[in-house]
């Protein structure tokens, strides 16, 4: 049977997140996307209450939280700010590849340090000619004895340069296509490894998207994740994961929008009476209510799949580019609700349709999702 209600764990774990966002984000999230800063003090508050790097397992030192947690937690986030949301999914984003594809000793050696101080890990694939088609990745791995030597630029990587770790994929063939990929750990002082911040980002602000380069970066032969040839594999699996917690922001930022239009539209009148009074308002009250309600649950099946263990490639997809998009309309909408007041900063609802922007395009652009959801239907 069927049974929708969440744990007694998974409700504390929502309250926490709940009245950590409302205590420690949304007082600061305004100020922070004007100054195109990440709130590193945030980062710091969420490990000292355990709400960073959620999925390191026990054998490392974590609390080895499961998909469905992530996205129950993730909701609460993004409800306060995508872009501080985005730096602790970006970390998990960058931990996701070291447990699919690393060995337990890995996995300790690299992982293990994330739960001892605050630390971020970082995902690089993506390059500046190549965006989603990651096998035509440029950046090089060539082997030396026992070290990899790297070269190359990685591009709009988020946590980028401020990462402990972060998980490189690069290729031993220029043209060789998958089977020439490789997956390797990079620590943030490796020599010859260097950012360079972006600036001026339409939204997400507070969080740090960055400009990689690798200049001859060498990094022992222990750090490569599974075989040679597993790294487009590696990535492959980890985004399948990871698209997730990108729907459950989205659901957060609808309801956001939702929460912020209820309330101007109670007080707000127009002709006499408020503006709930009429239909076109209610009509989109609900079209946001009836988003929010099914993104949700399709967030939580894809992540259910995820912690049952069973395929979840298509559902991933369909949750990230439906939720994405209804979050999207929300936050559009909102700002109609509120009229000329949702044009500008006085207002939040602004800053959710400039935020939520990007969860169309990372991790894989909504494009991209229907492709993979189209390829398993025609299997």
Not at 153 to 166: C, L, P, R, V, Y
Not at 280 to 306: D, H, P
Not at 342 to 358: A, I, T
């Amino acid at each position: 049977m069927i049974d929708f209600s969440l744990t007694d764990e998974q409700r504390q774990l929502q309250q926490l997140a709940r009245e950590f966002t409302r205590r420690e984000i949304i007082p600061i999230a305004a100020e922070y996307d004007r100054r195109e800063e990440l709130p590193w003090q945030v980062v710091e508050k969420a490990f000292e209450v355990g709400l960073l790097n959620l999925s390191i397992p026990e054998h490392a030192g974590g609390l080895g939280l499961g998909m469905l947690d992530e996205a129950i937690i993730g909701e609460e986030l993004a409800y306060g700010c995508m872009g501080i949301y985005t730096v602790l999914m970006a970390s998990e984003l960058g931990i996701v590849p070291i447990l699919v594809g690393g060995s337990e000793e890995q996995q300790r050696r690299f992982l293990t340090p994330l739960t001892e101080k605050p630390g971020l890990a970082a995902f690089a694939l993506s390059e500046p000619d190549n965006g989603s088609d990651a096998a035509a990745m440029k950046t090089t791995a060539v082997l030396d004895g026992d070290e990899w030597v790297i070269n190359g630029t990685k591009m709009w990587i988020s946590n980028g340069g401020i990462a402990e770790i972060t998980v490189v994929f690069a290729t031993t063939e220029r043209g060789g296509g998958h089977g020439a990929t490789v997956a390797l750990v990079v620590p943030k002082d490796a020599p010859g490894f260097s950012y360079n911040k972006i600036k001026h980002k339409m939204g997400q602000r507070a969080s740090l998207t960055s400009e990689l380069v690798f200049e001859n970066v060498r990094v022992p032969r222990g750090n490569q994740l599974g075989g040679l040839g597993d790294g487009f594999k590696i990535a492959m699996k980890t985004l399948d994961k990871t698209r997730i917690p990108v729907a459950a922001g989205s659901v957060g930022i609808a309801r956001r929008a939702l929460d912020e239009s209820l309330k101007y539209a109670k007080e707000r009148e127009a002709f006499g009476k408020p503006i709930t009074s009429y239909q076109a308002i209610q009509f989109k009250l609900a079209e946001m209510s009836m988003g929010i309600e099914t993104g949700r649950l399709m967030t939580y099946k894809a992540a259910w799949l995820v912690d049952s263990g069973r395929p979840h490639a298509s559902e991933a997809a369909i949750a990230k580019a439906y939720c994405s998009e209804m979050a999207f309309d929300a936050a559009n909408e909102a700002i109609q609700v509120h009229g000329g007041y949702g044009y500008v900063g006085e207002y939040p609802v602004e800053k959710l349709l400039r935020d939520v922007k990007l969860n169309q395009i990372y991790e894989g652009t909504n494009e991209i999702q229907r492709l993979i959801i189209a390829r398993n239907l025609l299997r």
